[in-house]
């Protein structure tokens, strides 16, 4: 039977499947179920940067009363709020480590450069064993650059590095024109892996009822490709650990994401879509595939994946329409 274990992060794995940040990784009786079902890890439900601020500013503004001109009252209320704010993910993570054997990385939203940052070592003090760091800011301000915002980027993981020492993974956005680059500044700021790549919410319009309504929530079965792509290019290139994101929907496209380098494949989508019970068929599928392919672990996965890759990579950087569809006929 072929060997699913593997490493992420420095973290042992049962095998590559880790469930994605999302709803279902909020809940200890979902979180076991997708366990029991094969889950290597769990990726908890990300805390919103903006969620924690507004909760913060609103019970000081709600609570204080009196001691609101009191330095040091104000010092102890803005530590409990934390410790408050905290308390149920470190609870989350406690059942987790008492009902399973997984590793549990832990998840924050984040854009801006603040104080905010020593919530990164409550999650590590509260037992996460990781913590991934969703990188996301739409840059709609016509007055702000690619420069500010990636400055900020950088700088939102120098300061995490500084508090914490538990593994930090950052999950990013495909939409870079130097995205290669920017991937290879994060693994010499130290990063243990890169997530690749962020799923956004999708606005839409109700025209019959004239309002902004959700686009698509769950990700399609073609939506892998970028991911495949960049992992393929990347592998070899950067120190760091790369996960894929995205698009997996069944056993052919996560074996295919092994073959391209992932260290470790998050799902979602498709076990929204499915149930938990599909995590032991995608798993099943995968063991399936090495086994025709006579590979005995990841690794041998991984090698096998590199013979494959050409030696210049043209096919998986180019990109042009033209190329495949020059000469399609009818």
Request: aromatic share 10%; proline share 3%; glycine share 6%.
């Amino acid at each position: 039977m072929a060997d699913l274990k593997t490493k992420y992060l420095g973290l042992e794995l049962k095998n590559p499947l880790l469930v994605g940040s999302c709803g279902l990784t909020a809940s200890i009786d979902s979180i076991v179920k997708m366990v029991d079902y094969g889950a290597g890890g769990v990726v908890l439900k990300s805390l919103f940067e903006e969620e924690i601020i507004l909760e913060h500013e609103k019970n000081m503004k709600e609570k204080l009363g009196s001691q609101e001109s009191n330095l040091e009252f104000l010092d102890y209320f803005d530590y409990q709020l934390k410790e408050n704010t905290f308390k149920k993910q470190r609870e989350l993570i406690d059942e987790i480590k008492a009902k399973t054997d997984v590793p549990v990385i832990a998840s924050i939203n984040c854009y801006s450069v603040g104080e905010w940052f020593s919530y990164a070592k409550l999650l590590e003090d509260a037992g996460a064993d990781a913590l991934e760091l969703n990188l996301y800011r739409i840059p709609s301000k016509i007055n702000v650059s690619a420069e500010e915002i990636l400055k900020g980027y950088f700088e939102i993981v120098k300061r995490v590095k500084e508090h914490v020492k538990i593994p930090v993974s950052v999950k990013l956005s495909p939409y870079f024109t130097d995205l290669g680059n920017i991937v290879s500044q994060f693994d010499l700021l130290g990063v243990d892996g890169i997530v690749m790549f962020n799923r956004f919410y999708s606005p839409d319009i109700d025209l019959e009822n004239d309002r902004i309504a959700s686009g698509p929530v769950y990700s399609s079965p073609n939506d892998y490709t970028d991911s495949l792509r960049w992992i393929a290019m990347l592998k070899e290139q950067v120190t760091c650990d790369l996960s894929a994101s995205g698009g997996v929907h069944t056993p052919d496209t996560f074996f295919k994401m092994l073959l391209a380098g992932a260290n470790s494949v998050q799902v979602v989508s498709a076990i929204y879509k499915n149930g938990s019970g599909y995590i032991r068929d995608l798993l099943s599928g995968v063991e399936k595939w090495m086994e025709k392919k006579q590979l005995a672990n990841i690794d041998e996965v991984h090698r096998f994946g590199r013979k494959l890759v050409p030696n210049h990579g043209e096919v998986f950087e180019r990109a042009q329409f033209m190329k495949y569809f020059g000469q399609h006929q009818q």
